[in-house]
């Protein structure tokens, strides 16, 4: 039997969610929660996510699905527009994290990563970089987890959120 490990998720939820979405799927968080533990042996799952008031019961849903939250303030446009960049809070937690982690996934596709991802790698301290979509990940991030990067594209059967009919 194989020894666990104890690996840390750092999760762009923006980014996941829009990748996701750009696939023609929606992504079951629980189903995901599960699989990054079962897969990769991940024991924190850290979601960076836009914090809106009237989301309440979405954060409620996700810190049950056994996501750790992180709120970054969202910012209105002139145009109505939303934005909350999140890739400041995730680098500034990994590395926070570093030593009580054994590898970190990194959950983007955003290129923003390249630094720490390579970092991460040559520390040997990478374990995987989801990417949700093969066609919008950066190629900066590509180069920087070299091997250790895997495309969310073929994972639709086992992470696809389905409407209960119950």
Known sequence: M???QN???FIDSQNLNLGIQALGWRLDYQKFRRYLAEKYDVSVAYLFIGYLPN???LYSSLQKQGYVLVFKPILEDKDGTVKGNVDAELVMHAMLEYENYERAAI???DGDFHCLVDHLYKKDKLKIVLSPHVKTCSVLLKKGARERIVFMDNLKKK???KKSTA
């Open 2 to 4: 194989r020894q666990k």
């Open 7 to 9: 690996n840390f998720a």
């Open 55 to 57: 989301n309440q019961s």
């Open 107 to 109: 959950v983007s596709s």
């Open 159 to 161: 992470l696809e959120y």
